[in-house]
C-alpha cells in the first residue's frame, strides 16, 4: 500500500460511519463524452526547453481559450525567461510581463547561458493541492488530470499554498480556484491541448503515457528527462527535456 | 484596468523573481485574526483549568472570568474564515463532503466540539446553581434569559451540586486535550504544507499552542485588571500575582521552543535559506525582531522577571503587568502576523519577495478585521452582564 493511500485509509477509519459519497466529481461528468473512456488513458506532456523559443502564442492561446482573466497576473501557462551569466548570476523572468526590473539585453560575452522554460500545471501524480481541498473540488480524474469543480470550490485557497509551482491562482470573477487542465474539454472529444496545437515550434509534445507509441512516448525514449523540484515527490506528469539546474 | 493599477502598483514592489500567480497573497489579515482569537480561547481555557483540575487555589478569582472570555471568542472564531472564502455560502459543504485527506476540512467538526462540548456544557454546570438562584431573584427578560439558559432546571439541591462540581471537572479534563486539538490543529494546517518552507514544519502546533497559552494567560490578566474594578471589586494581588507567575513561566517555554523551532528551520533550510533570511532581514524586520521577539518577549519576559526579584509596590506592579500584558498581546499578534503573512511573502520559485498591501475597507481589509477583533469583547460584556463572575462578597472585599 503506497503511503498517502495509507494515509487515506486511517482517515477513514478513523472516521468510521462518518459521511459517505461525497467525493463525486460533477465538473468532470458533465463535459465527459459518451464515447469517451477514462480508464484508457493517462496523460502527460513533455516539454524541449532546447525547442521553446519564447514566442508566447501559448500563453495568449491559453488565456483565449480558457477564460482566463486578461490581467498581467493570472495564467494557466506562462514562459520564464532564464539568462544565467558568466558570473553566474541568474536573471528571470516571466515574458511579457513588463514588471521586473531586468534589462532587456545583456552583452554577448556576459552571458553564458540563456533559454525559455514554459510552466503550467504539472498534472502532479501525488498532488498536494488534492490533498488539501477541505471539500474535494480539486479532484484527480482516471485519466490522471487535476481538476477544480468550479461548482463545489469554496475559493480557501488552501491548494493555492499547497502547490508548490505556483500554478494555481483565485479567479477574480467566479473567485474559486482555477489552473492547467490540459485543455479537458478539448481532450475528450480527441483534440490536443491548445497551448501544444500552436506552439509554432513544437517544443510541447502532448500523450498518453498508457501509450509506448504516442508522441509523449518517444519524446521521453529520445531525451534524458526532468521535472520540476522532484524532491517534494509530486510525481509530476510535465517532463521537461534539456532542463538547466537552475530552473526550479 | 484596476486590477492593471493594481498590479503595476504591486510590482514595483516585487523583489527579484516570483511566480506570476503569485503576485496576490491569499490568505489576508483575516487569516491572520483566525488564529489570535481560537489562541485566545486555548489560553483562557487553559488558565481556567489550572484552577479545576490542578487546584491552584490562587487562581480562583480568574476561574469564570476565563471561561467566559473564552466563549466570547469561541464564538466568532468561525468568522474570519467564513469571510475570507471565495464563495462562503458554500462553506456548508465542509460539513456535507468533507474530504478526509485535508486538514483544513477537520475544522467544523473541532470547533463544533470544543464549543458544544468543553466550553458551553462546562459553563452551564458551573452556572447552573447560581442561575436557578439569580432567576428567582430577579424578574422580567433577565429572569426568562436565566432560565432558559440554565434549561428550566430547578433543582439546587446538595447532591445536584455536587454532580454539577464533579460535571465540571470531568469536563475540564476533557477540555485540556480539546484545547490542544484546536489550537495545535491550527498550526498543523499551516505546518503540513511542505511545499513552503516558512511553514512545513512538525513543531508548528506547538508553537501555536504555547503562544496560545501565553496570549490567553495575559488576555484574562489584562482582563481581570479592568473588569474587576469596573464591577466595583478590588484586584487581588495574591491571584494577580499567581497569574502574572504562570504567564512568565509560559513566556519562558513559548520562546524557547519558538527559537528553537527558528534556528531548526534556518538550519535545515537549504535552497530556501537565501529567501527565507532575506524576508526576515527586510520584509519581516519590523514585525519579527522589533514587534515579536524584542518586544513582545524579552521586553516583557525582562519586566516581569525584574517584579519578581525587585519585590515591588502593588501600585507599581499593577502598572506594569498591565503593560506586559499589552506588550504580549503585541507580540501575539505579530507573531500570527508573521507566520501567516510571513510564509507567502517569498515565492516558491525562492527568487524572489512578494508583498502585502493590507486593504482598509474592503472585506478582507483592516476595518473588519478591527471589528472582528472588537466584537468579542461586545460580546464578553454582555456575558458578564448576564453570568456575573463574582458573587457580591467577593466584590465588596469580604
Ligand atoms: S502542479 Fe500544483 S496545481 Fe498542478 S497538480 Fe501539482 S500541486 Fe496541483
Ligand atoms: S480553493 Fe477551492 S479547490 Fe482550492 S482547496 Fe479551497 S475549496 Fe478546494
Redesign the pocket.
Known sequence: MERRDFLKNLCWVISAGGIMGGLTADAWATILNKDYDTTKHYYGMGIDIDKCIGCGRCMQACKTENDVPAAPFYFRTWVERYVIKTDNTVYVNTINMESVEMPDVFPEKEVLRSFFVPKLCNQCDHPPCVQ????G??FKTDDGVIL?DSKR???????IQACPYGARYLHPETR??DKCTFCYHRLVKGLLPVCVEVCPKQARVFGDLKSIASPLGRFSRMNKIHVLKPSLNTDPKVYYANLDGEVN | MEAVQRFTELSRQVMGFIYPNEIDIQWSILIVVYPYITGLVAGAFILASLVKVFNVKELQPTYRLAMLTALAFMLIAPLPLQLHLGRPERSYEMFMTPNLTSAMAMFGFVYLWYLMLVLLLEIYFEYRRDMIVWSSETTGLRKWLLKLLSLFSTDISEKAVAFDKKTVKVITIIGIPSAFLLHGYVGFIFGSIKANPWWSSVMMPVVFLFSAIVSGIAMVMLLYMIVKPLLGGKIDMKCLDKVASFLFYAVIVDFSIEVLDFIHRLYESEESIKILSQLVSTKLFMSLVVLQILLGMLLPLFVLAVIKILKLQEEVRKLLYFVCGLLIQLGIFSTRWNVVIGGQLFSKSFRGLTTYKMEMMGIEGFLVALVLLIIPFVILSILLKLLPPWKKEELTGN
Do not use: K, M
Open positions: 488539501v481541498c477541505p471539500v473540488a480539486t477544480v470550490c469554496i475559493g480557501c485557497r488552501y491548494c474559486v480556484a
